[in-house]
């Protein structure tokens, strides 16, 4: 995605606090602390916590100040009309000017033709003899919903068709108006496609559930998910959980660290740590390099993305994903394995934040996607990879999963033509390196 990954502006030294660690001690659950326009109140509350209320607090968050900040092309671009790379960025710095919008999606700047790629992958994988059913995640302006019920309209049987429903869950009232109004467009797509306004991360939101096989859609989702953040002193020490807090003699935000005791935080590190070689010889040669080469540790977890996956696989436990996200974001000043680039937009010019505390709805924080990372979670919370404390004898089956580039993903199931350029430019197949698509089917998806 271009506008995010070339963010540009004057980089600050990120300045660490002194750390400060606390025993172990009772907290409130996850997303009770009361915000102040500061973000942060009286208590410490977890960095995921913190992360959420700079996205998404109601009045001060940075989605919520900004209901345009995802745009909506009037026309499709023509890519077999520009002579190259060079009239393509002029056209895109073009659009961007006269929109003032914070940045395209790629399902938007390549609207029909990148739908109807995730189109074709569900109509080559699911299962026709039983009524389809889509859920979208995080719809932003229903261009992908619109373009996936028009190439299922136009190529699949009637049947699938007639019989289908696509379900949008999204979090803001803006965009779910916009979704409808987009969609409406073709009048026949109406009677298949709704909006809930609502949060996806909320079980109590999906009732019942689905029993019967079904897709789930998210695009540019995981990113902007809540992360949580970990810290240690060296390569053996272990993990401690980061909390923010506020400064009592001044303005300001610090961190303080605690021994993990947060359950989400503790899957999350357990599924990341399963992989590790804990043999005795590894375990004292770490222990003495760490000695004579201490280095403080910082990890990212996508504690966010790991609560959402364990709400779809218990209320849609056939469901089949689709998910599409960053795999890295370049010029990242902020320290830590898989840390976010957190970044404003003012005047038309972009400027990156080098401490994440600095944020307080006035910026973007989106993060990398581990895909690694997240093909383990997804079966943990399918009920599959069973962690070492984890006694119970149930097992899920294994999903059939898998991560291709955005270039494969197109040219295996979408139209590469449309998006080339007259000299053969392709900004779908060359531009998009540093993203990826995850496919997961359950092996037991039959009817």
Known sequence: MLSRSNSTGKLFPLVFNKLKVIPNEPFAPSFQALFSTHIVGEKPILVRDFVHSALYDRNHGYFSQRSGAVGVL???IK?????????????????????????????????????????????????????????????????????????????APPRVYNSMTYTSVEISPALAEIQRQTVGEVRSHLSKFKVEHRDAMDRSGWGDGEQQPCWVIMLEVLDNLP???????????????????????????????????????????????????????????????????????????????????????????KMSLIASDFSFLPDVKIPGERAPLVSTKKDGCSSDYSNYLDAKGDADIFFPTDFWLLERIDHYCSGWLKLQKDKSSSQ????????????????????????????????????????????????????
Request: hydrophobic share 35%; with cysteine; aromatic share 10%.
């Open 227 to 317: 992360h949580d953040l970990i810290y240690s002193e060296n390569q053996v020490s272990p993990w401690m959980e980061v909390w923010v807090e506020k400064h009592l003699d001044r303005e300001g935000l610090s961190e303080l660290y605690k021994p993990l005791q947060d359950p989400l935080i503790k899957r999350c590190v357990e599924i990341m740590e399963l992989e590790k070689n804990n043999t005795r010889q590894n375990t004292l040669v770490s222990k003495a390099w760490s000695k004579l080469f201490p280095k403080p540790r910082r990890c990212w977890l996508p504690t966010g993305c790991m609560k959402l996956l364990e709400v779809l696989h218990a209320a849609l436990p």
């Open 396 to 447: 899920g089956k294994k999903r059939r999963t898998i991560t291709l580039d955005t270039s494969a993903f197109m040219e295996e199931f979408g139209l590469p033509s449309k998006t080339r350029t007259k000299d053969g430019y392709n900004p779908l197949l060359d531009d998009f390196k540093n993203t990826k698509f995850y496919l997961s089917v359950p092996t037991h998806n039959i009817k």
């Open 74 to 76: 009037e026309r499709s």
């Open 79 to 155: 890519f077999n009309q520009l002579e190259g790379r060079k009239a393509y960025m002029k056209q895109l710095d073009k659009i961007y000017k006269q929109s003032g919008i914070a940045w395209f999606t790629p399902v938007e700047l390549f609207k029909p033709w990148y739908a109807q790629g995730i189109a074709e992958a569900i109509m080559r994988t699911t299962n026709l003899s039983v009524p389809l059913k889509i859920f979208e995640i995080g719809g932003g302006s229903g261009t992908c919903a619109k373009g996936i019920m028009d190439y299922i309209m136009l190529n």
